[in-house]
């Protein structure tokens, strides 16, 4: 497959409302109140569109998964990996595939987009425009955020905010650990451009492309007051980012003195 496909798009919100359309039709006839399942889904119906390997893909679907749910019993992505010859086999690692891998299982940024969907609780608090907040039964929080996308192809919002006042719980602080995928971080499509585009990546090459693939991790603990965490989130181009808050029990010896550790900041202590 030499050559790629590119394409317009319409905005997320316009694969919302196919999902939807079903139930609509099918009101007030024999079929009304049956499941609705979406058997395929994608932002293009091209398997040789460069879109489906970017980071741009992650954050433009992001609102589809967060909302899909409301709207139909299920939606399937189109597809899982590369493997797909229809139209010939492909001839680079990156050639614009449906997949959420490559075929040699290089993770895409959208793999971590359904990867975080997946850690998210069952209870949703909050649902926005550009983030999901959920619970589980242990009490975690977790909140999906997204920056916008473009379909007109203007350049990426890069520092886009979101701020949110979580409910926690009855504590002093809450541990929070961010993991994010964007054009910076967790983006294997980025550094195989950066590598030269090679059509079939050496060992090695491998090896690097599913390291950078990995979402960039971070972690801090947050104040608690009156039961809530103010987050404030800072989004790059592009990223979609998944907060998770564990409220915090202490457990710390009462002997435990951080000032005899060297190096160790404030922060610790």
Not at 102 to 129: E, I, S
Not at 236 to 243: F, M, Q, S
């Amino acid at each position: 497959m030499p050559f790629g496909v590119h394409q317009t798009l319409r905005p997320a919100s316009d694969l919302l409302e196919q999902f939807a359309m079903p139930r609509r039709q099918l009101a007030g006839s024999a079929l009304d109140g049956l499941p609705v399942h979406i058997t395929e889904f994608n932002s293009s119906y091209r398997p040789d569109n460069p879109i489906h390997d970017t980071a741009f893909n992650a954050a433009y679907l992001a609102p589809v998964l967060a909302a899909g749910g409301e709207v139909a019993d299920s939606f399937s992505y189109w597809t899982f990996s590369d493997m797909f010859e229809e139209v010939g086999i492909p001839t680079s690692l990156f050639h614009g595939g449906f997949g959420l891998l490559t075929h040699r299982q290089v993770k895409k940024p959208t793999y971590h987009l359904y990867a975080f969907m997946a850690r998210m609780g069952d209870q949703v608090l909050a649902r926005g425009d550009g983030h999901l907040v959920t619970r589980d039964g242990a009490g975690r929080v977790s909140v999906l955020a997204w920056a916008p996308v473009d379909v007109t192809g203007a350049a990426p919002v890069d520092g886009h905010s979101v701020r949110l006042s979580i409910p926690i719980g009855e504590v002093a602080s809450a541990f929070m650990l961010r993991s994010s995928v964007s054009e910076e971080h967790g983006n294997a499509w980025a550094a195989w451009c950066e590598m030269g585009r090679p059509r079939s990546p050496r060992p090695r090459e491998l090896d690097v492309l599913r390291e950078a693939a990995e979402p960039v991790r971070a972690h801090r603990s947050l104040p608690v007051a009156g039961g809530r965490v103010d987050l404030d989130l800072t989004l790059g181009r592009h990223e979609v980012t998944l907060v998770e808050l564990t409220p915090v029990v202490d457990e710390t010896p009462p002997w435990w003195d951080a000032g005899r550790l060297l190096g160790l900041g404030e922060e610790r202590r």
